[in-house]
């Protein structure tokens, strides 16, 4: 069969989710999605506008915003009305509001709404955020959910931070990523939360190259139940 999968990743904040769709992505041949860079990319326009008190024109601006989504030499370029705003959204101004940009509910729709269309055309997808299982693509083939445990996730986070040439107190992001989880995990529209039929990692003693190995067993799984020929690389 020439049917492709959806394979669909959730999980917190440095649990290893980009890291790990990303290479499960590279492996398979298949889209690799970050929903999570287009909540980043409103969130750092709606900064730059000095709109993050101001819902309807947030709103408005996820509405009017083309967004588009490259996977170019293991990283994401993310632009916004062709505007290349990859080296903007990862920074900790951004990483603080994400959270309160991202629970609005009319920007979950649009979002989401433009997330479907871009995993709909054909499968042979790899999208990752905090919704995706449950929300976006509940039908999903293949439904991963990554968790690791705070002090791990930290350290990640901090490493992102470095390598990127930040600094930022341990603590600073450990308090980051708790706050995140609970706006995340108790926001009225599209929480985060596992569907009772997603394969669990818990990624706080795997390697990269380990837990990718969990995913890709899994969707080896799903594939030979469903007859479909993957092209691995």
Same mark, same amino acid.
């Given at each position: %069969?020439?049917?492709?999968?959806?394979?669909?990743?959730d999980? =917190?904040?440095?649990?290893?989710?980009? &890291?790990?769709?990303?290479?499960?992505?590279?492996r398979?041949?298949?889209?690799y999605?970050?929903?999570?860079? %287009?909540?980043?990319?409103?969130?750092?326009?709606?900064?730059?506008?000095?709109i993050?008190?101001?819902?309807?024109?947030?709103?408005?601006?996820?509405?009017?915003s083309?967004?588009?989504?490259?996977?170019?030499d293991?990283?994401t370029?993310?632009?916004?009305? +062709?505007?290349d705003?990859?080296?903007?959204?990862?920074? !900790?101004?951004?990483?603080?509001?994400? =959270?309160?940009? =991202?629970?609005?509910?009319?920007?979950?729709?649009?979002?989401? +709404?433009?997330?479907?269309?871009?995993?709909?055309?054909?499968?042979? !997808?790899? %999208?990752?955020g905090?919704?995706?299982? &449950?929300?976006?693509?509940?039908?999903?083939?293949v439904?991963?959910?990554?968790?690791?445990?705070?002090?791990?996730?930290?350290?990640?986070?901090?490493?992102?931070?470095?390598?990127?040439?930040?600094? !930022?107190?341990?603590?600073d992001?450990?308090?980051?990523?708790?706050?995140?989880d609970?706006?995340? =995990?108790s926001?009225?529209?599209?929480p985060l &939360?596992?569907?009772?039929?997603?394969?669990?990692?818990?990624?706080?003693?795997?390697t990269?190259?380990?837990?990718?190995?969990?995913?890709l067993?899994?969707?080896?799984? &799903?594939?030979?139940?469903?007859?479909?020929?993957?092209?691995?690389?």
């Open positions: %069969m020439s049917k492709n999968l959806i394979v669909a990743i999980g =917190s904040a440095g649990s290893g989710k980009s &890291t790990s769709a990303k290479l499960v992505a590279s398979l041949n298949y889209l999605i970050d929903t999570g860079a %287009m909540y980043r990319a409103i969130t750092f326009l709606a900064i730059k506008n000095e993050l008190d101001d819902e309807k024109l947030i709103i408005s601006l996820a509405e009017e083309e967004i588009k989504l490259e996977f170019v293991s990283e370029k993310v632009f916004v009305n +062709d505007e705003l990859t080296g903007n959204i990862r920074t !900790v101004e951004v990483n603080s509001h994400v =959270s309160d940009v =991202s629970k609005i509910r009319e920007v979950r729709k649009i979002m989401v +709404d433009k997330q479907r269309e871009m995993g709909s055309k054909g499968g042979g !997808v790899v %999208m990752e905090r919704d995706i299982t &449950t929300i976006v693509f509940p039908n999903a083939d439904k991963i959910f990554l968790t690791a445990l705070l002090d791990e996730r930290a350290s990640r986070r901090a490493k992102e931070f470095a390598e990127n040439g930040t600094e !930022v107190k341990l603590d992001i450990k308090n980051n990523l708790i706050e995140r609970r706006i995340d =995990s926001r009225e529209v599209s &939360t596992q569907a009772p039929d997603a394969i669990v990692v818990d990624t706080t003693k795997y990269i190259d380990e837990q990718v190995n969990i995913i067993e899994a969707v080896k799984k &799903t594939a030979d139940e469903k007859g479909i020929k993957l092209n691995y690389n």
